[in-house]
Protein backbone atom coordinates (compact mmCIF):
# COMPACT_ATOMS: atom_id res chain seq x y z
CA UNK A 1 0.00 0.00 0.00
CA UNK A 2 3.08 2.15 -0.21
CA UNK A 3 2.36 5.69 -2.08
CA UNK A 4 -1.68 6.01 -1.30
CA UNK A 5 -1.47 8.80 1.89
CA UNK A 6 -4.35 9.22 4.06
CA UNK A 7 -4.75 11.81 6.58
CA UNK A 8 -5.25 12.25 9.56
CA UNK A 9 -4.71 8.63 10.31
CA UNK A 10 -7.13 8.83 13.73
CA UNK A 11 -9.96 11.62 14.28
CA UNK A 12 -11.98 12.48 17.27
CA UNK A 13 -15.10 14.24 16.57
CA UNK A 14 -18.39 14.99 18.60
CA UNK A 15 -21.74 13.97 18.26
CA UNK A 16 -22.81 16.52 15.45
CA UNK A 17 -19.57 17.77 14.15
CA UNK A 18 -17.85 17.15 10.83
CA UNK A 19 -15.34 14.92 9.83
CA UNK A 20 -12.90 15.00 6.52
CA UNK A 21 -10.28 12.71 5.55
CA UNK A 22 -8.29 13.27 2.85
CA UNK A 23 -6.84 10.86 0.40
CA UNK A 24 -3.79 11.03 -2.14
CA UNK A 25 -3.92 7.68 -4.40
CA UNK A 26 -0.86 6.59 -5.54
CA UNK A 27 1.64 8.38 -8.00
CA UNK A 28 0.13 7.76 -11.86
CA UNK A 29 -3.43 6.49 -10.40
CA UNK A 30 -6.09 8.63 -11.09
CA UNK A 31 -9.00 6.30 -9.69
CA UNK A 32 -9.83 6.46 -5.85
CA UNK A 33 -12.04 4.19 -3.85
CA UNK A 34 -13.13 4.87 -0.23
CA UNK A 35 -14.25 2.36 1.58
CA UNK A 36 -15.48 1.71 5.61
CA UNK A 37 -14.75 -1.18 7.98
CA UNK A 38 -17.18 -1.01 10.70
CA UNK A 39 -16.31 -2.55 13.87
CA UNK A 40 -16.30 -6.24 13.45
CA UNK A 41 -17.41 -6.25 10.50
CA UNK A 42 -15.93 -5.88 6.72
CA UNK A 43 -15.04 -3.49 4.63
CA UNK A 44 -17.72 -2.02 2.13
CA UNK A 45 -17.36 -0.14 -0.67
CA UNK A 46 -18.65 3.33 -0.64
CA UNK A 47 -17.60 5.43 -3.63
CA UNK A 48 -15.40 5.65 -6.60
CA UNK A 49 -14.34 8.83 -7.76
CA UNK A 50 -12.20 10.01 -10.61
CA UNK A 51 -10.83 13.09 -10.89
CA UNK A 52 -13.72 15.47 -10.74
CA UNK A 53 -16.19 12.74 -11.15
CA UNK A 54 -18.37 10.63 -9.48
CA UNK A 55 -18.65 7.40 -10.91
CA UNK A 56 -20.23 4.88 -8.63
CA UNK A 57 -21.66 5.89 -5.03
CA UNK A 58 -23.81 3.54 -4.49
CA UNK A 59 -22.49 2.41 -1.06
CA UNK A 60 -22.37 5.96 0.25
CA UNK A 61 -25.18 6.15 3.04
CA UNK A 62 -27.85 8.79 1.76
CA UNK A 63 -27.60 11.49 4.04
CA UNK A 64 -24.93 13.18 5.50
CA UNK A 65 -21.70 11.61 3.48
CA UNK A 66 -20.29 13.31 0.35
CA UNK A 67 -17.42 12.68 -1.60
CA UNK A 68 -14.99 14.55 -3.94
CA UNK A 69 -11.75 14.62 -5.98
CA UNK A 70 -10.82 17.90 -7.55
CA UNK A 71 -8.87 18.39 -10.65
CA UNK A 72 -5.90 19.28 -8.07
CA UNK A 73 -5.27 18.33 -4.60
CA UNK A 74 -6.50 15.06 -2.48
CA UNK A 75 -9.80 13.27 -3.01
CA UNK A 76 -11.57 14.17 0.36
CA UNK A 77 -14.38 12.26 2.30
CA UNK A 78 -16.53 14.22 4.37
CA UNK A 79 -18.93 13.16 6.89
CA UNK A 80 -21.08 16.29 8.05
CA UNK A 81 -23.12 16.29 11.65
CA UNK A 82 -21.35 13.05 13.05
CA UNK A 83 -22.95 10.18 14.94
CA UNK A 84 -21.39 7.61 16.93
CA UNK A 85 -22.54 5.48 14.42
CA UNK A 86 -19.96 6.90 11.69
CA UNK A 87 -16.96 5.45 14.25
CA UNK A 88 -15.02 3.06 11.97
CA UNK A 89 -12.07 2.60 9.79
CA UNK A 90 -12.39 4.68 6.96
CA UNK A 91 -9.71 3.11 3.76
CA UNK A 92 -8.83 4.76 0.56
CA UNK A 93 -7.63 3.18 -2.40
CA UNK A 94 -6.21 3.48 -5.69
CA UNK A 95 -5.79 1.86 -8.64
CA UNK A 96 -5.00 2.66 -12.24
CA UNK A 97 -7.42 2.53 -15.27
CA UNK A 98 -7.96 -1.22 -15.48
CA UNK A 99 -8.60 -1.24 -11.35
CA UNK A 100 -7.02 -5.04 -11.95
CA UNK A 101 -4.62 -3.72 -8.74
CA UNK A 102 -6.13 -1.87 -6.09
CA UNK A 103 -3.60 -0.81 -3.32
CA UNK A 104 -4.97 0.42 0.03
CA UNK A 105 -3.83 3.46 2.25
CA UNK A 106 -3.10 3.18 5.82
CA UNK A 107 -6.96 4.11 6.50
CA UNK A 108 -8.42 6.86 8.74
CA UNK A 109 -10.17 5.66 12.10
CA UNK A 110 -12.99 8.00 13.52
CA UNK A 111 -14.02 8.08 16.68
CA UNK A 112 -17.24 9.87 17.68
CA UNK A 113 -17.80 10.25 21.08
CA UNK B 1 -27.75 -14.57 0.61
CA UNK B 2 -24.13 -12.77 0.93
CA UNK B 3 -22.61 -12.14 -1.90
CA UNK B 4 -19.26 -13.29 -0.55
CA UNK B 5 -18.89 -15.30 1.98
CA UNK B 6 -16.25 -17.27 4.09
CA UNK B 7 -15.35 -19.61 6.66
CA UNK B 8 -16.65 -17.91 9.71
CA UNK B 9 -13.40 -19.41 12.01
CA UNK B 10 -11.68 -18.06 13.87
CA UNK B 11 -9.25 -20.74 12.52
CA UNK B 12 -6.23 -21.82 14.84
CA UNK B 13 -3.37 -24.06 13.19
CA UNK B 14 -0.18 -25.35 14.54
CA UNK B 15 3.08 -23.52 13.15
CA UNK B 16 4.03 -25.47 10.00
CA UNK B 17 1.01 -27.07 9.00
CA UNK B 18 -1.38 -25.76 6.12
CA UNK B 19 -4.26 -23.21 6.91
CA UNK B 20 -7.29 -23.35 4.21
CA UNK B 21 -9.04 -20.64 4.22
CA UNK B 22 -12.55 -20.73 1.86
CA UNK B 23 -14.79 -18.30 0.28
CA UNK B 24 -17.86 -18.58 -1.66
CA UNK B 25 -19.47 -16.19 -4.17
CA UNK B 26 -22.95 -15.52 -5.37
CA UNK B 27 -22.49 -13.77 -8.40
CA UNK B 28 -21.61 -15.95 -11.55
CA UNK B 29 -20.12 -13.06 -14.13
CA UNK B 30 -17.57 -12.18 -11.04
CA UNK B 31 -14.23 -12.23 -13.12
CA UNK B 32 -11.65 -11.38 -10.49
CA UNK B 33 -10.70 -12.76 -7.24
CA UNK B 34 -8.07 -11.34 -4.18
CA UNK B 35 -6.99 -12.18 -1.06
CA UNK B 36 -6.10 -9.61 1.55
CA UNK B 37 -4.60 -10.09 4.59
CA UNK B 38 -5.11 -7.27 7.75
CA UNK B 39 -3.59 -7.20 10.90
CA UNK B 40 -5.19 -5.72 13.80
CA UNK B 41 -5.56 -1.73 13.52
CA UNK B 42 -3.70 -1.61 9.77
CA UNK B 43 -5.27 -1.60 6.41
CA UNK B 44 -5.66 -4.25 4.09
CA UNK B 45 -2.68 -6.07 1.98
CA UNK B 46 -3.04 -7.62 -0.78
CA UNK B 47 -1.50 -11.31 -1.10
CA UNK B 48 -2.80 -12.82 -3.69
CA UNK B 49 -4.89 -12.24 -7.08
CA UNK B 50 -6.40 -14.79 -9.25
CA UNK B 51 -8.53 -14.74 -12.63
CA UNK B 52 -8.78 -17.95 -14.17
CA UNK B 53 -9.75 -21.33 -13.06
CA UNK B 54 -6.90 -23.56 -10.97
CA UNK B 55 -4.31 -22.61 -8.94
CA UNK B 56 -2.09 -19.74 -8.63
CA UNK B 57 1.27 -20.05 -6.53
CA UNK B 58 3.43 -17.45 -4.88
CA UNK B 59 5.60 -19.01 -2.06
CA UNK B 60 3.76 -20.40 0.48
CA UNK B 61 0.48 -19.30 -0.66
CA UNK B 62 -1.64 -20.82 -3.09
CA UNK B 63 -5.25 -19.51 -4.56
CA UNK B 64 -7.55 -21.74 -5.67
CA UNK B 65 -10.16 -21.05 -8.28
CA UNK B 66 -13.00 -22.79 -9.15
CA UNK B 67 -16.02 -20.37 -10.92
CA UNK B 68 -18.03 -23.64 -12.29
CA UNK B 69 -18.56 -23.82 -8.21
CA UNK B 70 -18.25 -20.31 -7.31
CA UNK B 71 -15.96 -21.42 -4.92
CA UNK B 72 -12.03 -19.75 -4.47
CA UNK B 73 -9.30 -20.79 -1.55
CA UNK B 74 -6.21 -19.87 -0.28
CA UNK B 75 -3.51 -22.07 1.34
CA UNK B 76 -0.52 -21.14 3.17
CA UNK B 77 1.73 -23.76 3.67
CA UNK B 78 4.39 -24.11 6.31
CA UNK B 79 1.90 -21.61 8.50
CA UNK B 80 4.30 -19.03 11.00
CA UNK B 81 2.92 -17.16 14.03
CA UNK B 82 3.23 -13.80 11.50
CA UNK B 83 0.34 -15.11 9.68
CA UNK B 84 -2.07 -14.65 12.48
CA UNK B 85 -4.22 -12.08 11.20
CA UNK B 86 -7.60 -11.38 9.32
CA UNK B 87 -7.85 -12.52 5.74
CA UNK B 88 -10.06 -11.47 3.68
CA UNK B 89 -11.90 -12.24 0.11
CA UNK B 90 -12.60 -9.83 -2.67
CA UNK B 91 -14.66 -10.41 -5.60
CA UNK B 92 -14.29 -7.77 -8.36
CA UNK B 93 -17.34 -7.96 -10.60
CA UNK B 94 -17.45 -5.83 -13.85
CA UNK B 95 -20.30 -3.41 -14.52
CA UNK B 96 -22.36 -2.26 -17.25
CA UNK B 97 -19.41 -3.84 -19.19
CA UNK B 98 -16.41 -1.53 -17.19
CA UNK B 99 -13.92 -2.87 -15.18
CA UNK B 100 -12.71 -0.77 -11.98
CA UNK B 101 -11.69 -1.85 -8.98
CA UNK B 102 -14.94 -1.91 -6.89
CA UNK B 103 -14.58 -4.60 -4.48
CA UNK B 104 -16.84 -6.80 -2.73
CA UNK B 105 -15.58 -8.30 0.34
CA UNK B 106 -16.14 -11.09 2.83
CA UNK B 107 -16.43 -10.43 6.90
CA UNK B 108 -12.74 -12.16 6.96
CA UNK B 109 -11.94 -15.12 8.61
CA UNK B 110 -9.17 -14.90 11.81
CA UNK B 111 -6.29 -16.86 11.70
CA UNK B 112 -3.98 -17.58 14.52
CA UNK B 113 -1.11 -19.65 14.05
CA UNK B 114 0.15 -21.16 17.12
CA UNK B 115 4.23 -21.93 18.32
Known amino acids: NAGVMQNPRHLVRRRGQEARLRCSPMKGHSHVYWYRQLPEEGLKFMVY????????ESGMPKERFSAEFPKEGPSILRIQQVVRGDSAAYFC???????????FGEGSWLTVV | QKEVEQNSGPLSVPEGAIASLNCTYSDRVSQSFFWYRQYSGKSPELIMSIYSNGDKEDGRFTAQLNKASQYVSLLIRDSQPSDSATYLC???????????????FGQGTILTVHP
Open chain 2, 90 to 104: AVKTSAGGTSYGKLT
Open chain 1, 49 to 56: LQKENIID
Open chain 1, 93 to 103: ASSEASGNTIY
